[in-house]
């Protein structure tokens, strides 16, 4: 009850530090953004270390670091804000009914699609906690740690284009709109690809480095989260694109259709006696059937040219996705032993997945600035 209510309050400070959050994504602030972040996991991490030499309930203790960084950030952000947009964040009320029934419309919709995740990402935890016991279940646990860690890469570089995307249909440019959103979206590919690769390859090895004992399932359920990670990501840049269009309804309703439809045919199927890992197949299922339904949708209501997004996004993906494929069938020809192997193991696949990324699946320009960066930073 305590750890409960304390995460009730931490919820509802992260809830109202989203606007100010968001300024900095609006202004393109990202340097800031990082360093917050990272002060705020070098705090937490100080005080994990003491959670070692902590001799009283560390559940409670455990609960309070956690408010602690969600403070942290809570204060920072609003001290930033106040100091450099006074004009943004101050308090006002507004008399006009409908700037906030537009607010609330976009707000539900979205409200929705959030419930639905959520709904789909709790409900196959039940589902399989029922079906198959805790031990499963924590299989599944490290499957979705796995899989938040490869997420993050996509979801910063996608959340960095979406001031580029809302700004250009703002001002009614939106082939520019188009252009960085179709960008964003192969490059959020890509970075998951280059990530996933050696992941895949090696998963077993490095769980067992990670966790000492590997739980049945588990190297099973990497494996697939993987590849859900990889299907999520074809929704970069274009879902930003959707937001900044505004007319979010019937997108958010089909997404959330797709995303609760899970539950009831996975409990179906784990009736009938399929394998937990049934539920992460149907996760793919859903994410595939979701993002074929956004693009006809953009289609229908904007007569977007997904033709020509599907052309420029999709296709120098997909030829990797086919090479990397054959790569993965090679390499498990070759049963790997020792440390030593493993290692070399990792090494090689990362760099035939960065020549992969960085020759076929960018633009010359994007190479060359892409090189250009990586010099500059090395000689500094």
């Known amino acids: 009850m305590f750890v409960f209510q304390v995460s009730t309050v931490v919820a509802c400070i992260g809830i109202i530090n989203v606007p100010y959050q968001s300024v900095f994504v609006a202004k393109e602030k990202f340097f800031h953004i990082a360093v917050i972040d990272i002060i705020n996991a070098l705090i937490k991490l100080g005080l994990i270390v003491m959670l070692l030499y902590y001799k009283g309930n560390a559940l409670r203790f455990y609960a309070l670091i956690m408010s602690v960084t969600t403070l942290v950030s809570f204060v920072v952000y609003h001290y ?4 450099y947009w006074p004009e943004l964040v101050r308090w006002k009320l507004f008399k006009k009914i409908d700037e906030y029934k537009d ?24 589902l399989i906690n029922f079906f198959f016991g805790t ?34 249909v703002g001002k009614g440019d939106l082939q520019r709109a188009s252009s960085i959103a179709s960008r964003a979206c192969r490059i959020c590919q890509l970075l998951s690809l280059w990530i996933v690769l050696p992941l895949y390859v090696e998963m077993e090895f490095l769980l067992n480095l990670w966790l000492g004992f590997v739980p049945d399932h588990a190297v099973l359920f990497c494996r697939v989260t993987l590849v859900t990670v990889l299907v999520a990501s074809t929704g970069g840049g274009m879902l930003r694109l959707k937001d900044a269009l505004g007319k979010i309804k019937w997108f958010m309703i089909i997404y959330s259709f797709w995303y609760f439809l899970t539950l009831p045919v996975g409990y179906y199927l784990f009736k009938l006696g399929y394998p937990p ?72 696949t990362v760099a035939i997945g960065t ?26």
């Not at 539900?108 to 995740?117: D, H, Q, T």
């Not at 020549?355 to 500094?380: N, P, T």
């Open 80 to 83: 930033l804000c106040f100091k």
């Open 135 to 168: 031990v499963v279940n924590g299989a599944y646990g490290i499957a979705r740690t796995v899989q938040g860690f490869v997420e993050m890469f996509t979801v910063n570089f996608d959340s960095a284009a979406a001031p580029q995307i809302t700004q250009n």
């Open 103 to 126: 607010l609330l419309v976009f707000n539900n919709y979205n409200l929705l699609a959030g419930v639905a995740l959520m709904g789909r990402s709790q409900g196959s935890n039940i």
């Open 355 to 380: 020549v992969l990324v960085l020759f076929l699946g960018l633009l010359a320009d994007e190479r060359q600035k892409a090189f250009s960066y990586i010099s500059k930073h090395l000689c500094r």
């Open 277 to 348: 890992v049934t539920i992460l197949l149907l996760y793919i299922i859903s994410d595939v059937l979701s993002r074929i339904s956004q693009l006809v949708l953009m289609k229908v209501i904007y007569n977007y040219d997904i033709l020509s997004f599907m052309g420029e996004a999709y296709i120098r993906p997909l030829i990797i996705v086919i090479l990397m494929v054959a790569y993965v069938i090679i390499y498990n020809q070759f049963p790997i032993q020792s440390l030593l192997g493993h290692v070399l193991g990792l090494v090689v």
